[in-house]
């Protein structure tokens, strides 16, 4: 769920999360090496009291049988002896033993070996642990830096909801008491463009509640033919001056959605039609319903500017606009698209885009469950 509504965040707890795994295993492999280091001089001292015995059993053997001369057996002792330095002979006792100095060389080896694994080991944890920590105050920071601009956008958008409201009012007030045809123009742009103006700060509170994981969806069967119509309706006036031409094709299908997720879903989508037709000299929007299965798949096809087919996922993208690289920036703030697909994500539905190129028109499909 993280990783959709902030995939940034979500690889920053993951790459948090491989640092803290690394840690471990650098620690654990300190206390492996060290251990390994103590196993295995235990084993070379047992090796060593074991060549001990060994010579001093064959030097019994050969003292005991009828073997060559007593300068014979001497230089034999001597070889044997000498192929393990590790051992000192006592020719009197017949006997050899392990040199004191031979176990200490080893201890010092040892001891060496431990101490370079722990200075080796205590660096890269050192490395690793400040990277956990550099990497979790950027976190802290960039989720207070984000949370500031949650609150930011809410709080202008909140301010700018009542002025727009009155405004639109007003415009409404003086669109239906005018008699001059002049006066009345200007009131109906000025309520077209006070509900533009609403739609935005919409978009920008919708896309605060669903960034900060604040906004809940209630689920009944809703009627898809009376959200399109509704939504037709309120697009008509602008669409019409633009030369805009909207089919609708919707039959009493019966989805299993939230009424507001809907219907924002679908004023965005439309919302965006519009402007790619007005962007790219396009004429005709059109919506069309088909069942499929247990699901509703909804069509809003124009024949606007259209976008390349390499951007059919990234649209979606906050803030992400069509065009950016300055080529021919598709109008609005990016937004729109951005809350259709966590709306559709949030309502297990499913929405793509796709298009032949700019300037060939584009489809929005967005899938919902159908009501049982």
Request: proline residues 4%.
């Amino acid at each position: 769920m993280i990783l959709r509504r902030d995939p940034t965040k979500a690889l920053q707890m993951g790459f948090l999360a491989v640092l803290a795994i690394a840690t471990g295993q650098v620690a654990w492999w300190i206390l492996d090496q060290r251990t390994l280091a103590w196993s295995e001089q235990d084993r070379v001292v047992d090796l060593y009291e074991s060549n001990a015995a060994s010579v001093t059993a064959f030097v019994g053997l050969l003292n005991a049988g009828e073997g060559p001369s007593e300068g014979v057996q001497a230089g034999v002792i001597a070889d044997v002896v000498a192929g393990f330095p590790h051992l000192a002979f006592d020719p009197v006792a017949g006997a050899a033993s392990v040199r004191p100095d031979a176990i200490a060389d080893l201890a010092d080896e040892v001891a060496s070996r431990i101490n370079r694994y722990a200075w080796e080991g205590s660096f890269f944890l050192l490395v690793l642990l400040v990277g956990m920590a550099v990497l979790t105050r950027a976190i802290r920071h960039d989720a207070q830096l984000r949370r500031r601009q949650q609150n930011f956008i809410a709080a202008v958008s909140h301010e700018f909801k009542s002025p727009l409201a009155s405004m639109r009012l007003s415009g409404e007030t003086l669109t239906a008491r005018s008699t001059d045809p002049d006066s009345r123009r200007l009131g109906e742009r000025l309520v077209e463009d006070g509900d533009r103006l609403l739609r935005m700060v919409d978009n920008l509170l919708d896309t605060a509640r669903i960034d900060d994981g604040r906004i809940s969806l209630r689920r009944e069967p809703v009627p898809l033919r009376d959200v399109v119509e509704g939504v037709t309706a309120g697009h008509a006036v602008r669409a019409a001056r633009e030369g805009i031409a909207i089919r609708a094709d919707v039959h009493a299908f019966v989805i299993d959605a939230d009424p507001l997720a809907i219907e924002s879903v679908l004023r965005n989508l439309l919302d965006n039609a519009v402007k790619a037709c007005g962007a790219g000299d396009g004429r005709q929007i059109s919506i069309e319903a088909r069942r499929d299965g247990a699901d509703i798949v909804l069509d809003i096809r124009d024949d606007g500017i259209g976008f390349p087919p390499r951007d059919a996922a990234r649209i979606f993208e906050k803030f992400y606009r069509s065009g950016d690289d300055g080529t021919n920036p598709m109008p609005g703030t990016g937004l729109g698209l951005y809350v259709v697909r966590r709306l559709a994500e949030i309502s297990d539905a499913r929405v793509v885009a796709k298009s032949e190129g700019p300037g060939r028109g584009a489809t929005v499909t967005v899938t919902w469950p159908a009501a049982r």
